[in-house]
């Protein structure tokens, strides 16, 4: 979505918006640290971010490649910057063409600063020389497909201080092709508001977006002030110096200038606000909770959908996935980008033929054996690794191999329930609670446009010991309304469901539109989950040395446990997906596993003579009175046991 038109439904609705800027960092381990953070930061809403270029090489390449996973794997609507400094025209085609390519709808087209090593700026041989040039180029060749921002300086920039001459440079960039302006950082809002009084009677009439930089540290309010030529006004600085040497007090104490800055800006008609993060997040979310311009708790904005939107390219439209990816976003994506249609519209009916492989999208733990046996520690048996799951629950842990961020307030309805499965043993990976209905603006469960009424099924995914699998079938299919998944590693399905169409957990109502149902289950995606889920698995093993505990314990798991999913498909009852359970836990918890015989915890593996081609003896759970019902499944369907090679 071009950034001019969120502009103008901020100015049409009265509702003020805001965006980050990001830079590109200088190493590695800094960029993964930039993402997390970028993707933490989604959940306070903004508009959109922007990226800045980085001059040369590597760095403007690491520009086009923080803009695709921006667009793609975060779902941010992300404006690239691009500036002429050190740039040949092909480099400027190829730049624009990554943007494309990414998804990018968005360039803010700069003339750039000088490197380093040069006092002047000097325009490169069949470069561009003025930032007007470059706004053109672009607009000729790419027409509308990019909405194309520019520099605003209220108070001069590095190399220009006349006033009148930089407001006659900013009219050519907008008559050349410009849509909108994003100004350089200011303190003084009468300077900025002046400024913008100015630019309207030079018939500038393009939204103007306030460019803010959050107060971190003294030192460094100072240093950016003066770099920038930004007056401060003396009761800021009298208001911060009693302060200075404590950087907390510093955030506190700034946090309420800019704010108020803001604050003004709002009230003068200008309903957004852009601000110049340094790649840090709490200076920034401090101002924004300040202006009850995000929730306090944490809660993530209302979501269009109830999972996170690509903005690849081809990948606006998309709005059904399986729910098996609900905690591995990028993966998903990772393995979907090549498709050329994604399931879409009523029924989710449309489907691509094939997830890519996993060897060719890198799809794994990422990082090192000792950053992940430093967060999960070294599991030994059954015991540990249910504890590791029930940490992760309470919210203990920031992550498990089989989902990338920490446990969300989704889950807050049936945390107790979760955390007594896996204190029994049954290691759940991927869990919702039923909801009926409610407001499309619900702070938890809500998405989708206002007006609207949400609706999902109970669903519940964990690995489930081979001694407990036929009761839990047995009692799933005496139970109305029940369907479920079951897969072992080398590929062996069990299921009741009545076809590989997809059955749809999640769905909504809203005025004027087709019912919405954007989560679903459905054969062909499970398995091509099973595969994920099992290496997530693997590599977690592949940690630990060879013939340790922790390696054979996880070895077992994956090697001999099902992955079972079920859903209630009436969405009216809430506890009796974890009915199933009653009674059921994974026996000798504390007993070591050997992974080298066909034992699970002590017990012979009933497992084993299925792979082989027989169906194993049936296996007595702990609570041999669970009944259901003696109502026949609603499909009229018995399981099957699918061997798949």
């Not at 200076?283 to 109830?306: F, I, Q, S």
């Not at 590989?500 to 769905?507: I, S």
Request: charged fraction near 25%; charge should be negative; include cysteine.
């Amino acid at each position: 979505m071009h950034i001019k038109d969120k502009l103008a439904e901020a100015r049409r609705t009265r509702r003020p918006i805001f965006s980050f800027e990001f830079f590109p960092p200088k190493t590695a381990q800094g960029v993964q640290n930039l993402y997390e953070r970028m993707d933490r930061m989604h959940d306070l809403g903004p508009a959109f971010i922007d990226i800045t270029w980085g001059a040369g090489g590597s760095r403007s390449q690491l520009t086009c490649e923080m803009v695709k996973v921006a667009q793609s794997v975060y779902g941010l609507e992300t404006c690239m910057h691009l500036t002429c400094t050190d740039m040949e025209i092909s480099k400027v085609d190829e730049a624009l063409k990554e943007a494309y390519k990414a998804g990018c709808t968005n360039i803010l087209a700069l003339r750039g600063d000088p490197p380093r090593e040069k006092e002047k700026w000097v325009p490169k041989e069949g470069g561009f020389r003025y930032a007007k040039d470059l706004v053109r180029y672009i607009r000729n060749r790419y027409g509308d497909h990019f909405d194309i921002g520019v520099a605003g300086y209220p108070e001069g920039c590095e190399d220009q201080q006349d006033a009148d001459l930089l407001m006659e440079h900013l009219k050519e960039k907008i008559d050349a092709g410009g849509t909108f302006i994003v100004t350089q950082m200011f303190y003084d809002v009468d300077i900025f508001l002046n400024w913008v009084d100015g630019a309207r009677k030079k018939g500038i009439d393009v939204p103007i977006v306030p460019g803010i930089m959050p107060i971190q540290t003294h030192g460094a309010f100072l240093r950016r002030a003066n770099w920038s030529n930004a007056h401060i006004p003396p009761s800021w600085l009298q208001a911060l110096e009693p302060v200075k040497n404590d950087d907390a007090a510093v955030r506190e104490v700034g946090k309420g200038l800019v704010a108020e800055m803001c604050r003004k800006i709002v009230d003068a008609g200008i309903m957004q606000l852009h601000f110049y993060t340094m790649n840090l997040a709490q200076a920034t979310r401090m101002v924004l909770e300040e202006l009850e311009l995000v929730p306090k708790d944490g809660t993530p904005t209302v979501r269009l959908l109830p999972w996170r939107q690509s903005l690849g390219l081809n990948r606006r439209e998309e709005d059904v996935r399986p729910i098996f990816w609900k905690n591995r976003n990028k993966s998903y994506v990772a393995r979907t980008q090549d498709w050329d249609e994604f399931p879409n519209g009523r029924w989710g009916d449309s489907r691509s033929p094939a997830f890519g492989e996993l060897d060719a999208y890198d799809i794994g733990l990422k990082g090192s054996n000792e950053q992940y046996i430093k967060l999960w520690g070294k599991p030994e048996c059954i015991r540990d690794v249910a504890n590791i799951f029930t940490r992760f629950l309470k919210g203990e842990l920031k992550s498990l191999p089989w989902s990338e961020s920490p446990i969300t307030s989704e889950a807050e309805a049936i945390r107790s329930q979760l955390i007594d499965l896996n204190q029994r043993g049954l290691l759940t990976i991927t869990s919702q609670p039923s909801v009926n209905g409610v407001k499309s603006t619900h702070p938890v469960h809500g998405w989708g446009p206002e007006g609207g009424y949400v609706y999902q099924k109970a669903y519940l995914e964990l690995l489930i010991s081979p001694d407990l699998i036929n009761d839990l079938i047995s009692r799933i299919e005496k139970t109305p309304n029940m369907t479920y998944y079951a897969v072992t590693k080398d590929g062996t399905l069990r299921t009741n469901a009545p076809s590989d169409g997809p059955n749809a957990v999640t769905w909504g109502v809203f005025p004027g539109k087709e019912i919405v149902q954007p989560t679903i289950v459905e054969t062909i995606s499970f398995l091509a989950w099973k595969d994920e889920a099992f290496k997530l698995g693997t590599d977690w093993a592949k940690c630990h040395s060879a013939m340790s505990p922790s390696r054979q314990v996880i070895d077992a798991i994956m090697g001999k446990w099902y992955l079972i999913n079920i859903v209630d498909n009436d969405f009216h009852q809430t506890d009796r997906i974890f009915n199933l359970f009653d009674g059921f836990a994974v026996k000798d918890m504390d007993t070591a596993v050997n992974a080298a015989d066909n034992n699970v915890n002590g017990h012979p593996d009933p497992l084993a003579p299925h792979i082989n081609g027989h169906m194993p003896a049936e296996v007595t759970s702990q609570n041999e009175s669970y009944e259901a019902g003696t109502v026949p499944h609603p499909n009229g369907h018995e399981h099957s046991s699918l061997p798949l090679n």
